[in-house]
């Protein structure tokens, strides 16, 4: 035991040993229960002083779907609970982080997750948060019309499962393949950078990237409404974790349920709230919720309960697609996944 984390240690047991040799001259007969009197003060004193509890440390990258979360604790929801949020530049780190040990939840896409639960039996999906209908985009220069326009140019694509698999879709959608575009990897942070000073031509992208370049001038050639129900965001964390910080976690998901209903009712000042962090307006925050849709609390229940087999069956198929693409490391067993223990006790 480190006793210089219990501040004052030290010094109650000299106090103790001093009382002690005072006790031994001055109450002879009955020293012994008085030494064990203050003895036990002391036990009493040093178990008051408790460890510290352990964070639930959550990831999640710059994407409308996940903000709910840090709208929730903006708001004091997770106020008292040792909750803490991390920031990742992309859903590639964010993997890299779970599998390292340093986060015990995450907001991730769909196939992320996939790739986590290929090699991770631990992953859990604990809530739905998103379904993208528009959010992912494909934007070009303003004299490239379409995909078909984009053969035999330079297309910015992030180092993700995730981009490789909206690429791919969208090429197959507009009757083309990976070999008709020059791909080149860049992480999101750079995807504005490189369409301005001309590096790509086009780049698939999403957030604050896809608003500020569209404010400039760039040309929307495909986005994810045109494969509904294959881009799904949603909220995992480890079984050990459900198991030992439940009540840490339930708060989360409460928080983030009771954010979402917030947001409904309070648009305008969720908004408020949101945007410095995500370095857009309030109003272009709200315009990108349009690109996306959040499934409420009976939604999720009936989807993570399977009662709704529509996500269960959306996992299938989009495990398939990545198999076929060599996207995914391995076999996943998508009823595994699906656990609904939390939402099932969520209270707003």
């Not at 896409?109 to 993208?132: C, E, H, Y």
């Amino acid at each position: 035991m480190d006793i210089n984390k219990y501040g004052g240690l030290k010094y109650m047991v000299k106090l103790t040993s001093e009382l002690y040799n005072r006790l031994c001259c001055q109450l002879r007969g009955w020293w012994p229960a008085a030494l064990a009197t203050l003895t036990a003060s002391v036990l009493i004193l040093v178990s008051c002083a408790k460890e510290p509890a352990v964070p639930l440390r959550v990831g999640s990258n710059l994407w409308p779907g996940y903000e709910t979360l840090y709208l929730a604790r903006s708001l004091g929801y997770y106020d008292n609970t040792p909750i803490q949020l991390i920031d990742y530049p992309s859903g590639t780190e964010q993997v890299k982080a779970y599998r390292n040990g340093e986060i015990e939840a995450a907001g991730i896409s769909i196939d992320q997750a996939l790739v986590l639960a290929a090699t991770n039996p631990d992953v859990r999906i604990i809530g739905v948060m998103d379904f993208s209908e528009g959010g992912d985009v494909i934007i070009a220069k303003p004299d490239i019309p379409n995909m078909q326009a984009l053969k035999g140019k330079k297309v910015g694509v992030e180092s993700s499962a995730l981009g490789a698999f909206f690429i791919t879709r969208a090429l197959e959608k507009s009757g083309m393949s990976l070999k008709d575009i020059e791909i080149v990897p860049l992480g999101v942070s750079e995807h504005e950078r490189a369409f301005k000073n001309g590096t790509v031509d086009a780049v698939a992208t999403f957030g604050p990237a896809y608003t500020n370049l569209m404010a400039v001038g760039a040309k929307l050639v495909f986005d994810s409404s045109q494969i509904p129900g294959e881009i799904v965001d949603v909220l995992i964390a480890r079984q050990s974790v459900i198991d030992k910080q439940t009540t840490t976690l339930q708060t989360l998901v409460n928080g983030r349920f009771r954010a979402l209903d917030y947001l409904a009712k309070n648009p305008q000042d969720a908004a408020s709230r949101i945007a410095p962090r995500t370095q857009v307006t309030p109003d272009q925050f709200l315009a990108s919720l349009k690109g996306l849709r959040s499934p409420d609390l009976q939604e999720n229940q009936k989807l993570l309960g399977k009662t709704d087999s529509s996500l269960l069956n959306t996992i299938k198929r989009l495990s398939a697609v990545m198999l076929e693409k060599k996207l995914l490391p391995g076999n996943v067993d998508p009823s595994l996944l699906l656990d609904d223990r939390l939402v099932k006790n969520v209270k707003i």
